[in-house]
């Protein structure tokens, strides 16, 4: 019984051929068919893979080729950089950099002098006029300077970004402000 059973499935089958013009018709077992079958239908896809990416491959570097091309003969542009008056105008990039760093600058050095020597903010200028002038001067134009040259100044090291310089330098402007009128309103040093 296993036998018949078996060889039931090798009962012949006519199968045309794959040509239009032949039109013979072969017996063929059904079981050989389906070996046939199962072994080129596996490579043709595969030849059929291999073709498609021979192809995109193909475009992908006839592509990039172009964008190298493209890319070799177009003229950089530079950005144009703002005169002292647009830098220094009251929407322009450098007044509250300048300011907020000043701040910064500012509060640390009068409550860490105040906490020091207990010398308020007026009696600290009066001692050190000129160096605090200069230190002024020196921070405003290395601030300054970058943004005449056409600087952007939108790139971040990891914490220390913009934003939070402008957040920090807005934060020390109220914060030496409140330092001044603590002063003025104790009459005295604030530490």
Known sequence: MAF?????SFAPRTVAPQSSRSRVRVAAPRRFLQ??????????????????VEQTVSQATTSAAD?????????????????FGDAMAFSGPAPEVINGRL??????AAAGAELATGAPVAAQLKDAPILIGLTFFLFSAASLIP??????LDKSVGPFNPRAEI??????????AALLVSEWANGGAFF
């Open 147 to 152: 943004i005449l040259r056409g600087a952007k």
């Open 35 to 52: 070996v046939v079958r199962a072994e080129q239908t596996p490579i043709d896809q595969a030849e059929q893979t291999v073709k498609e």
């Open 67 to 83: 964008n190298v091309e493209k890319a070799a003969y177009t003229p950089v542009q530079l950005t144009t950089a703002p005169s």
């Open 167 to 176: 957040l920090n330098g807005r934060i020390a402007m109220l914060g030496f």
């Open 103 to 108: 701040a910064m600058l500012a509060f640390v």
């Open 4 to 8: 018949a059973l078996s060889t039931s």
